[in-house]
C-alpha cells in the first residue's frame, strides 16, 4: 500500500459534477435554514415558558396576600354600611355644602 492509498481512505476525495453542485449548495442551506428554524422555535418557546412561570409566581404571590388579609374587615364595613341610616339634608347644610365647593374651586383657581 502506498501512501497515497492510505490516505484517500481517510479522506476521500468526492468530485462534484457541475450539475450537481446547485442541488448540494440548496441543501446545505436548508439544513442552516432547519437548525436556524429549530433554534428560534427553542428560544420563542422558552420565553414562552418562562413569562407563564413569571405569571404563575405573581398569581401565587397576590392570592396568598389575599388570603393572609383579615377577613373580618369586609365584614365590619358592611355591619357600618347597613346600620348607616339617610338623612335629608336641611337648606342650611345644602347651601353651606355648595359655598364650600364653591370657595375651595375659587381658592385653587379652578384647578
Do not use: H
Request: charged share 30%; glycine share 4%; with cysteine.
Amino acid at each position: 500500500m502506498n501512501s497515497n492509498d492510505s490516505n484517500s481512505a481517510i479522506n476521500p476525495v468526492v468530485e462534484i459534477s457541475k450539475e450537481d453542485a446547485p442541488r448540494i449548495e440548496a441543501a446545505g442551506n436548508s439544513l442552516s435554514k432547519r437548525k436556524f428554524i429549530k433554534k428560534s422555535v427553542v428560544a420563542c418557546l422558552s420565553i414562552i415558558f418562562t413569562a407563564e412561570a413569571a405569571r404563575r409566581v405573581a398569581l401565587n404571590a397576590a392570592r396568598r396576600e389575599m388570603e393572609s388579609l383579615p377577613s373580618n374587615n369586609i365584614g365590619n364595613g358592611e355591619k357600618v354600611l347597613k346600620n348607616r341610616k339617610y338623612v335629608v339634608m336641611t337648606d342650611e347644610e345644602k347651601q353651606a355644602a355648595v359655598s364650600s365647593i364653591i370657595d375651595n374651586y375659587q381658592r385653587t383657581g379652578g384647578k
